[in-house]
């Protein structure tokens, strides 16, 4: 079992930055898929970005790319959403999930089930 504790969410105006970080207790970062999904009220989990085991390869969901960077700090065991020029329409719920590295897919990484860990969700609200 791995527990992932977040941390970083908040309340930003519109155009403004934040950055949320995840620590999955007891494993180490360098050893799991991480990724970062969010959920607004009323709508269904939503892929935000990931980064694989090695912390070479990521992926983000188009509403975020250019404006999002998803991060690995191995001396700091964490994963890191720097979040800029934000938006309204990013308010949610950000949950940091992960899974163990066993190739998977590239196309089932921006599927919920894929992952076998979840943190306990930071709420995120950007005001206009």
């Known amino acids: 079992q791995v527990q992932l504790v977040e941390s970083g969410g908040g309340l930003v105006q519109a155009g403004g930055s934040l950055r949320l970080s995840c620590a999955p207790a007891g494993r180490t970062v360098s050893n799991l898929i991480m990724g970062w999904f969010r959920q607004a009220p009323g709508k269904e989990r939503e892929f935000v970005a990931v980064?694989?085991?090695?912390?070479?390869?990521?992926t983000y969901a188009d509403s975020v790319n250019s404006r999002f960077t998803i991060s690995k700090d191995v001396a700091k065991n964490t994963v890191n959403l720097q979040m800029n020029s934000l938006k309204p329409e990013d308010t949610a719920v950000y949950y940091c999930?992960?899974?163990?590295?066993?190739?998977?897919?590239?196309?089932?990484?921006?599927?919920?089930?894929?992952?076998?860990?979840w943190g306990q969700g930071t709420q995120v609200t950007v005001s206009s």
């Open positions: 999930a992960a899974d163990r590295d066993r190739n998977t897919p590239a196309r089932a990484l921006s599927v919920p089930r894929t992952y076998d860990y």
């Open positions: 980064i694989s085991a090695s912390g070479v390869t990521t």
